[in-house]
């Protein structure tokens, strides 16, 4: 229970950060909270938290809280009230639409916005002023988990759950740093190995904190994952160590969506449509992946490789695979995907206890408030804008003309930048992100942002590299100022109270949306009261879901409990999809049912190894991969403003290869030049201290905005998911 005699008065939230979703007890006193600690009683955690959730309220109390509207007058900020800052942009945003048609407006937001947050930005833009201009960073980093998704299986999210941790054999890490990404949900892992005899396996481009806790690391040449993932596959069908009849009653076979480019032309369509194949052609392709030939290609040992697919292939072995950017922030993102889940579909591997593909997510409500609410340009709340009937559904409730909600996706993340650099689009409001630390190739990006006849409006609780190209700052009331939901990446939705007031005159970034609503002439539609707004929004958001197989849990129900998993049907969470034990949305009778395709079976496809779109040459030798670290969450913005936090890890670093240091002369400590085709920057480099790449690759961190390593890396992406890969490009290295 919660604890009442040290005089606090403590409650319940998800914590801020990451995806894991772990349940937080907040102890507050005098209006201020001043304690944390984990929630024995959520099931996601037990009562535990990492260091960054342990100190996640520190992140509230930084000394340089956005407290007030900023406007920028004569190139420098003006202190405004928030009525007049609200005023200035709904009339921008009218302005701007008359002069250059609805589609010129644009909102990016975030993982990071609540579930009423994403909902409102949504029906602003979509339903009644007319445009698909909305984007949030989640297309950053796990666009092509919801492209895997739905061309496997024709519905978005994890068929598992947590629970699968207890039950799984094996853990297969795919190029995921679970040990500081996710780490309470890493402590799970190796909480079961201390209980039962299980195995974790590291198949990653480095080693890191994960691979030294694992029992195996296995290494491999970046993008070459393609290539062992069909060795794998190619490895259980040689040995007949398929599950036939799963095969034959709920799988299809398929190939097409492969012939593309990388995002960085104009056109990047791919050209070929699906098209259905048999096993036995999928079969025959498999034929140009033994584990010999994909040795040669990957570095991986043909043994390793078999000895990947021998435990996935043992039909009495529980097998878990996850992963997070590592194979999203991918050019192939989608098929990489595609292809774990082939694997588990080969062996019938999926949808039972413990036997979970499973993607994570890195932000606190990139499931809840991207993929359900569906704050990108092609999706609704529970349906995509090219559906007639799913915009009829959403006009319906949001009380719009179906006209208004327009039938063509617009910009993607990364179009959506490069619109606001040829000037088709001369507003954009951001929320809750920080693009000017995060997008590929920063600096065309930046520039675009400063062009003439562009207006910038960022909602955050910091000054960022951001907020500094912002035209007008709103400050926002942050996490637990403000009431809201998140949904983690086990469909897990969970409900936070306000329990403390925000600083000066920052508001929600849903408070600030319905206003400029309002002041645009939607009342109608922002009929909501300022007490109760959350709570009448979250209802409305449920109408979109009536009827469906998606049903979300109601607000009591999270108020009451540590959250609730979707679909919630018969007053109960689902934790496993697609299996009639488990899931009481499969209504055919069937002990399986993959009700997203219409046919009810998943999709085994066939995706073939490619070259990345940059490699390593003689003038950049080798390979830039960059992520994150245990300490700092993100762009860093809030865990640098926590002392302890930011003494951990106070800069960004390079990881280089200790046997190419040697040869470099490169000691920890050293400066290092790092060069691509984009710029040039200068980082202390790291030998041997966290983590090691494989050689002819070299790491950097990219949540210090002292050293922005995205000025150097290349915005090529997925052409079906359009997520950006931030793991490869060419770099030169040379010791300062
Ligand atoms: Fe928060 Fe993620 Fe750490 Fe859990 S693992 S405490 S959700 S940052």
């Not at 996935?312 to 878990?320: E, H, I, P």
């Not at 889940?341 to 991207?370: D, E, R």
């Not at 070299?698 to 002292?706: A, H, I, L």
């Amino acid at each position: 229970g919660i604890p009442n005699n040290d005089g606090l008065d403590w409650k319940k939230a998800p914590c801020r950060f990451c995806g894991v979703g772990c349940g937080v007890l907040i102890g507050v006193e005098d209006g201020k909270a001043v304690a944390v600690k984990g929630d024995p009683n959520s099931s996601v955690n037990k009562g535990l938290c990492c260091v960054k959730g342990y100190h996640s309220i520190l992140a509230i109390y930084g000394k340089d809280r956005l407290t007030h509207p900023l406007v920028m007058k004569n190139g420098k900020y003006e202190k405004t009230t928030m009525k007049e800052a609200l005023d200035l942009i709904a009339s921008k945003m009218q302005s701007t639409i008359k002069e250059h048609g609805k589609d010129s407006v644009s909102i990016y937001g975030s993982g990071q916005w609540t579930i009423p947050d994403g909902y409102v930005a949504s029906k602003l833009f979509k339903g009644c002023i007319g445009t698909n201009n909305v984007e949030a960073n989640a297309r950053l980093c796990m666009a092509s988990a919801v492209t895997g998704f739905m061309t496997s299986f024709g519905i978005d999210e994890p068929m598992g759950c947590y629970e699968d941790i207890d039950h799984a054999d094996v853990f297969v890490l795919w190029g995921n740093n679970m040990a500081e990404m996710h780490p309470v949900l890493f402590s799970r892992l190796l909480d079961q190995r201390q209980k039962r005899n299980v195995k974790i396996i590291d198949f990653a481009t480095r080693t890191t904190r994960t691979s030294m806790a694992a029992d195996r690391s296995i290494l491999f040449k970046p993008n070459t994952d393609l290539a062992v993932a069909n060795a794998i596959c190619y490895e259980i069908i040689k040995n007949n160590w398929t599950n036939k009849s799963f095969i034959e009653n709920y799988c299809n076979f398929k190939k097409g969506l492969t012939k593309m480019g990388y995002g960085l032309e104009d056109n990047y369509s791919f050209t070929d449509k699906p098209q259905a194949i048999d096993f036995e052609d999928y079969k025959k392709f498999l034929e140009d992946y033994t584990p010999e030939k994909v040795e040669k290609i990957s570095g991986v040992s043909a043994q390793d490789i078999k000895y990947m697919a021998s435990f996935y292939g043992n039909q009495n072995t529980k097998v878990m695979s996850l992963w997070c950017m590592g194979m999203n922030q991918h050019t192939r993102g989608t098929w990489i995907n595609n292809l774990v889940y082939n694997i588990h579909l080969l062996t019938g591997k999926i949808s039972t206890p413990g036997n979970s593909p499973f993607s994570l997510t890195g932000q606190p409500s990139a499931c809840g408030t991207v993929r359900e609410v569906g704050t990108l340009t092609h999706k609704l709340p529970h349906g995509v804008v090219t559906n007639p009937e799913h915009r009829a559904h959403a006009a319906k409730i949001w009380n719009v003309p179906v006209e208004n909600i327009p039938s063509k996706p617009t910009y993607h993340t990364v179009e959506m930048f490069r619109a606001l650099d040829r000037g088709e689009i001369r507003f954009m409001w951001i929320q809750v992100t920080n693009p000017m630390v995060t997008m590929p190739k920063l600096k065309r990006y930046r520039d675009a942002t400063k062009k003439e006849g562009r207006f910038i409006v960022v909602s955050d609780i910091y000054p960022t590299p951001t907020t500094d190209i912002a035209d007008v700052i709103l400050p926002s009331a942050m996490w637990i100022e403000r009431e809201g939901m998140y949904g983690n990446s086990e469909r897990r939705t969970q409900y936070f109270e306000q329990m403390i007031n925000p600083p000066g005159e920052a508001m929600s970034d849903t408070w600030q949306l319905i206003e400029v609503a309002k002041r645009m002439g939607f009342e109608k539609q922002f009929y909501y009261n300022k007490e109760t707004h959350i709570e009448e929004i979250y209802n409305e958001y449920r109408r979109h879901h009536e009827g469906k197989k998606h049903n979300m849990a109601p607000l009591e129900v999270l108020k009451s409990q540590p959250g609730a998993q979707w679909p919630y049907v018969n007053g109960k969470s689902t934790k496993w999809r697609f299996n009639a034990k488990y899931d009481p949305a499969c209504d055919d009778g069937k002990e399986f049912q993959f009700y997203g395709n219409k046919d009810g079976k998943a999709t085994i496809w066939q995706r073939p190894y490619e070259h990345a779109p940059e490699e390593p040459d003689n003038e950049y030798p080798y390979w830039l991969c960059t992520g994150r670290v245990i300490e700092h969450w993100h762009s860093g913005s809030m865990t640098r403003r926590v002392p302890i936090l930011h003494k951990a890890m106070p800069h960004s670093y390079v990881e280089i290869n200790p046997d190419e240091a040697k040869e470099l002369q490169i000691k920890t400590g050293d400066k290092v030049r790092l060069t691509t085709r984009r710029g040039t920057m200068i980082l202390p480099a790291s030998v041997n201290e966290r983590g090691v790449p494989v050689r002819r690759q070299v790491f950097v961190p990219f949540f210090d905005e002292n050293l922005l390593i995205n000025d150097l890396t290349l915005d090529a992406f997925c052409p079906i998911s359009k997520q950006p890969d931030y793991k490869k490009c060419a770099v030169k290295i040379e010791k300062v």
